[in-house]
Nanobody, 116 residues
Framework: QVQLVESGGGLVQPGGSLRLSCVAS????????MDWFRQAPGKQREFVAS??????TYADSATGRFSISRDNDKNTVYVQINSLNTEDAAVYSC???????????WGQGAQVTVSS
């Protein structure tokens, strides 16, 4: 059974940083593209960043302050968020997708709150 479990969320002051993790199990992690999405209250879920085995891509809103990385030995994908502002407050979810198999899996999400 495939599971994606996010962690690292919480309350952060404006200007602060945090790193979210998403640990995958039950799958061949290296064969999946890993994505981060976020959904703020009252808004649609939006793409944040994606990483293949070697290439990272970012939404325009995430360029410069967000950094996605993965550790295939640990079956984990990370997203580092710097200079957090109130607009970054959202539930952050990871997604694993395999285009060839036409499969995708989602984690349950991690809440990030930005407040002083």
């Amino acid at each position: 059974q495939v599971q994606l479990v996010e962690s690292g969320g919480g309350l952060v002051q404006p200007g602060g940083s945090l790193r979210l993790s998403c640990v995958a199990s039950g799958m061949i992690f290296s064969s999946y593209v890993m994505d981060w999405f976020r959904q703020a209250p009252g808004k649609q879920r939006e793409f944040v960043a994606s990483i293949t085995t070697a290439i990272a891509t970012y939404a325009d809103s995430a360029t410069g302050r967000f950094s996605i990385s993965r550790d295939n030995d640990k079956n984990t994908v990370y997203v580092q968020i710097n200079s957090l502002n109130t607009e970054d407050a959202a539930v952050y979810s990871c997604r694993a997708r395999n285009r060839a198999l036409r499969i995708e899996y989602w984690g349950q999400g991690a809440q990030v709150t930005v407040s002083s």
